[in-house]
């Protein structure tokens, strides 16, 4: 065996190996749930983005609230019996706002109990999916964070209050656009 086969054969490893960790994080994730909703009597939902470390090739993966989110959140609750309560497990830094307002709309109009459980934090549209619920179960020391939204880098406030105190001729066009949107 060469040098190069040996490097070929950690590289596949190495790339695999994450790959492998997750599908068998997922199992345990799921016999979890399973669990839980036998206990509970409810139809339990996950959102947690960051749960893990994931990498590619040494990059972080980072996840937000995002309209995938919310496309399979809301098909899990239409597909849930209306009165069947919903527990919502939410560990999330937020998103985006349409995704956040879409959740936290199907969760609003469902028959039954929604609870919403943050273990660690739900910050910004975390909170406000969570305080679409009729009552959230937080850890001992779990935070919910401010809504606060965002444009590009920005806070939305922040964009709007450049707008409210510049003479409109010191602001560049892409601030404007930005608080044509935040507003």
């Known amino acids: 065996m060469t040098f190069m086969d040996i490097f070929w054969i950690f590289f596949m490893i190495s790339l695999l ?3 492998f960790h997750q599908q068998w994080l997922n199992g345990a994730r799921q016999r979890l749930i399973a669990k839980l909703e036998k206990d509970r009597g409810s139809r339990v939902i996950i959102l947690v983005h960051r749960q893990e ?6 990059f972080p993966i980072l996840r937000y609230i995002d309209i995938n989110d919310s496309e399979e959140v809301i098909r899990a609750i239409e ?3 209306a009165e069947v309560p ?3 497990v939410l560990h999330t ?9 879409q959740i936290a709309r199907a969760l609003q109009k469902h028959k039954g109990k929604v609870r919403v459980i943050v273990p660690h934090y739900a910050m910004s549209g975390g909170t406000l999916i969570a305080l679409a619920a009729n009552e ?9 964070g401010p ?10 406030s922040s964009i709007l209050t450049v707008v409210e105190k510049k003479p409109i001729k010191d602001i560049d066009d892409q ?9």
Not at 93 to 101: E, N, R
Not at 147 to 156: F, I, K, N, R, T
């Open 17 to 19: 190996q994450p790959l």
């Open 53 to 58: 470390t994931m990498s590619f090739l040494g």
């Open 79 to 81: 597909l849930t019996d």
């Open 86 to 88: 919903l527990d919502i």
């Open 93 to 101: 830094p937020g998103g985006l706002v349409l995704a956040s307002v």
């Open 136 to 144: 959230i179960i937080m850890g001992p020391n779990a935070v919910l």
């Open 147 to 156: 809504v606060d939204p965002q444009l590009s880098q920005y806070p939305a």
């Open 175 to 183: 601030t404007l656009i930005m608080a044509d949107n935040g507003g």
